[in-house]
């Protein structure tokens, strides 16, 4: 694909859409652990949060090919982002005040590191199949994704502050996003991929278990605190 022709354009238009679509869950995790440090660190934990998980994701993106030979990827990163949603919406692994600022903010950065790790495999596959080979592109998607996030994260974070039912808004979105990677895995094609009654059925019974599953144990723990 030559630079700058119409269909080097073209992808590029599209892995930037990618991103704007695909971004919005990034910054929510973001946002989310962010919310219990300090108000000193918060901006911190944002930007270094965006790198690191960017690091993580050109990484992913190199390794692409590889990664679509891995049987039950999506499978298990849907269930490790069920537990991440699940810890967000209670504070679990956070919530430790009395601790040094700085053990709450690498807690904050390893929370944010694995799962934007776990839910940019879809935004991986979709920049790089988007940019049909070319490295350049999938260098300039990942550059482009950096500030979206990190506005996208310190928007959040301000209404987290004034609206903290968005706590629950940003675990139920986190929830469905695992769901659609588990709908999305290729070695339950079988369960899900068919158009019949029953697999739409299941199609749509695991984003409701995930979701109601994730918000129903967050209101358990909280009730039992």
């Not at 500030?147 to 987290?160: R, Y």
Request: proline residues 3%.
């Amino acid at each position: 694909m030559e630079f700058f022709s119409s269909a080097w354009w073209s992808a590029l238009l599209a892995i930037i859409l990618i991103d704007l679509v695909l971004a919005g869950d990034n910054a929510i995790v973001i946002a989310l652990a962010a919310r219990s440090l300090p108000k000193s660190l918060q901006r911190r934990a944002i930007v270094w949060g965006t790198v690191g998980a960017i690091v993580v994701r050109s990484l992913m993106t190199v390794g692409v090919v590889w990664l679509l030979k891995v049987p039950g990827l999506m499978l298990l990163g849907g269930l490790a982002l069920l537990w991440i949603a699940y810890q967000l919406l209670t504070g679990s692994g956070s919530d430790a005040h009395d601790k040094p600022a700085a053990n709450t903010f690498w807690g904050a950065m390893k929370t944010i590191v694995i799962a934007d790790a776990l839910m940019g495999v879809d935004n991986v596959l979709g920049v790089a199949g988007a940019a049909h080979g070319s490295f350049a592109l999938v260098v300039i998607g990942l550059v482009i994704s950096v500030p979206i996030v990190v506005l996208g994260s310190t928007l959040v974070l301000k209404l987290v502050d004034r609206f903290p039912l968005i706590i629950q808004a940003g675990a139920a979105v986190l929830a469905f996003t695992a769901a659609s990677m588990i709908v999305s895995e290729p070695v339950l094609r079988g369960v899900f991929a068919d158009p019949g009654a029953i697999h739409t059925a299941a199609r749509w019974g695991t984003y409701v278990l995930a979701v109601a599953g994730v918000l129903g144990a967050g209101w358990w723990r909280r009730r039992r605190v």
